[in-house]
């Protein structure tokens, strides 16, 4: 099973992750967890460029940057993985690039469509988790109110990360639009509840599915 998580920066995928990794493991599954971009020599070294602060990279750029260390993930570890019966946790998939390139970038999404479509090998998620945050409340976890930025520009985030809040909330406005268009696999959360009552949540989807297949 592909199983993939999204959101904005902040929203607490990473720990989600890990829940879940361990909760898969306890029930006897064979599990991988990977992040994007990365997972592989190469992927990790575009993520370098990608998320280097003094970088000034394109849209174009940056989207085919993203889906070069997609194509690699996809075709080194993601498809042998799955052919093997190992279950795939992946921190981001192709549904940020249309959420962060597409809408916050402003990219065509029919472009994207076909970029996402080489890059991932043609591979879908069994089911994605979007933890669901305001820009705004993704600050406040990152800093305290002190030294809270007047919006994501700081020397302590990332190139991405440092787009400023205006991008954010159109990001954050694609996710929703993916959801609505692919409710079959798309599960929205709202990251406020406690790590705990989301892991509920998403083991509850998940025991549905398994009883399904």
């Given at each position: 099973m592909l199983i993939t998580f999204e959101g904005i920066d902040g929203a607490g995928k990473s720990t989600q992750v890990t829940k879940l990794k361990r909760h898969l493991?306890?029930?006897g599954r064979e599990v991988m967890t990977l992040r994007e971009p990365g997972g592989t020599p190469v992927a990790e070294q575009i993520r370098e460029l990608l998320l280097e602060s003094?970088?000034?990279i394109?849209?174009?750029?940056?989207?085919?940057?993203?889906a070069a260390s997609r194509a690699e993930l996809a075709?080194?570890?993601i498809l042998p993985a799955l052919e093997s019966g190992t279950d795939v946790i992946l921190d981001r998939f192709f549904d940020s690039t249309t959420a962060y390139q597409g809408y916050g970038r402003g990219l065509d999404l029919d472009m994207l469509a076909e970029i996402n479509r080489i890059a991932s090998c043609g591979l879908s998620p069994d089911v994605?988790?979007?933890l669901d945050l305001t820009p705004e409340d993704a600050l406040m976890r990152k800093f305290s109110e002190k030294s809270l930025p007047l919006a994501?520009?700081?020397e302590e985030l990332d190139r991405m990360e440092n787009s400023g809040l205006?991008?954010?909330r159109r990001v954050r406005s694609g996710y929703h639009a993916i959801g609505a268009e692919n409710p079959d696999r798309f599960v929205t959360l709202d990251a406020l509840?406690?790590?705990a009552e989301i892991h509920r949540e998403i083991v509850a989807k998940l025991d549905a599915l398994f009883a399904k297949s």
């Amino acid at each position: 099973m592909l199983i993939t998580f999204e959101g904005i920066d902040g929203a607490g995928k990473s720990t989600q992750v890990t829940k879940l990794k361990r909760h898969l493991e306890e029930l006897g599954r064979e599990v991988m967890t990977l992040r994007e971009p990365g997972g592989t020599p190469v992927a990790e070294q575009i993520r370098e460029l990608l998320l280097e602060s003094r970088n000034d990279i394109t849209p174009v750029g940056e989207l085919l940057l993203f889906a070069a260390s997609r194509a690699e993930l996809a075709q080194r570890v993601i498809l042998p993985a799955l052919e093997s019966g190992t279950d795939v946790i992946l921190d981001r998939f192709f549904d940020s690039t249309t959420a962060y390139q597409g809408y916050g970038r402003g990219l065509d999404l029919d472009m994207l469509a076909e970029i996402n479509r080489i890059a991932s090998c043609g591979l879908s998620p069994d089911v994605t988790f979007f933890l669901d945050l305001t820009p705004e409340d993704a600050l406040m976890r990152k800093f305290s109110e002190k030294s809270l930025p007047l919006a994501f520009e700081s020397e302590e985030l990332d190139r991405m990360e440092n787009s400023g809040l205006d991008f954010y909330r159109r990001v954050r406005s694609g996710y929703h639009a993916i959801g609505a268009e692919n409710p079959d696999r798309f599960v929205t959360l709202d990251a406020l509840l406690s790590p705990a009552e989301i892991h509920r949540e998403i083991v509850a989807k998940l025991d549905a599915l398994f009883a399904k297949s």
